[in-house]
């Protein structure tokens, strides 16, 4: 079965993409985004050495882009600890209102590592789709 990601045309015209970001940045966001260690709920686990290999970039660019994306552009964190990468915001442009949706990302949330992330994915569920967690077998 084929893996993809869909990124939505509004990627280009988003404000702080098209104010902020240089084309490096650009680059490199549409790679968090799109990455083949990308899952349903916006958390993954990568290595620095698999972004290097994947982006191309070399091991000091990787960390120079991840403490910029999430100390000045905020829309990750990252956990050196757990080498996850947080996708901020990736629920409001990726999951609808469906309990089957939300049923898959608590399933895939299980992964998770850091406390903090977890805790984040499931606040952000029950804001998408209030009452969820309660209905959910899963937790």
């Known amino acids: 079965m084929g893996m993809y990601r869909n990124v939505s045309l509004y ?6 993409v098209d104010d902020d970001f240089t ?3 650009k ?23 698999a972004m290097v290999r994947e982006t191309g970039y070399n091991e000091d660019t990787i960390k120079r882009l991840l403490s910029r994306f999430e100390n000045v552009h905020k829309v990750i964190k990252y956990s050196e600890a757990t080498k996850e ?22 399933n895939v949330s ?12 499931l606040d952000q569920i029950d804001a998408k789709i209030p009452n969820c967690l309660a209905n959910v077998s899963a937790i």
């Open 27 to 49: 680059y490199f966001f549409l790679y968090l985004l799109t990455n083949p260690h990308t899952n349903i709920c916006g958390c993954y686990e990568v290595s620095i050495g």
């Open 110 to 121: 299980h992964n998770i590592k850091n406390n903090d992330f977890y805790a984040y994915i």
């Open 85 to 106: 990468i947080l996708i901020l915001k990736w629920g409001k442009y990726n999951w609808s209102k469906s309990d089957k949706l939300a049923k898959a990302v608590i």
């Open 11 to 16: 990627f280009w015209t988003d404000s702080k």
């Open 23 to 25: 084309p490096e940045d």
